[in-house]
């Protein structure tokens, strides 16, 4: 059984077996933008200044380095988005830092813990697993039907419990 994964904190795959338009989530509004407030969408760039306000006479208060992070827009101003990470971490990005393609982070929550979830090969709970994720490993969205999100992880694609998913509302449609 093959082990994937990086070096440094990123959480890796085991191999079992050798493959955009969303409904907004409920209680949205729409932003300035037209676009549905709050919303997922993911970093850009591999370097992204988190500001404590809404232009660049901000000062810098995070550095994300981590392109495909999935982040939650909370709120719009001008070119300025509020978003928010997984850990609860709060500031204002430039929107051109940011990109419509959804990623998503397998149970964020049980970072550290000692558990695997399973990346099935149909979205059903009886379905075979054809990988084990750690927790913390981040994948590309590729739909999510309410129940369950078909993700790609470093080549593996099957289907994850949606509520296992940071980057995915409960009962959000999705298909990118």
Known sequence: ???LG???AIPAIRTMH???SAAPPPGATLGPSGLPLPRFVSLKADRVNVRVGPSTSYPVDWLYMKEGLPVEILQEYDT???IRDSDGTEGWVNKILLSGRRTGI???WQKGKSVEIPLRADPSKDAHA???LQPGIIGQIRSCNGTWCE???SGHRGWIN???VWGAYPGELFKE
Do not use: E, I
């Open 6 to 8: 990086a070096a440094f």
């Open 80 to 82: 300025w988005r509020k």
């Open 106 to 108: 397998v149970t964020p």
């Open 1 to 3: 059984m093959a082990l």
């Open 162 to 164: 949606q509520n296992m």
């Open 151 to 153: 993700m790609s992880f």
């Open 18 to 20: 050798g493959g955009a």
């Open 130 to 132: 054809v990988a084990f």
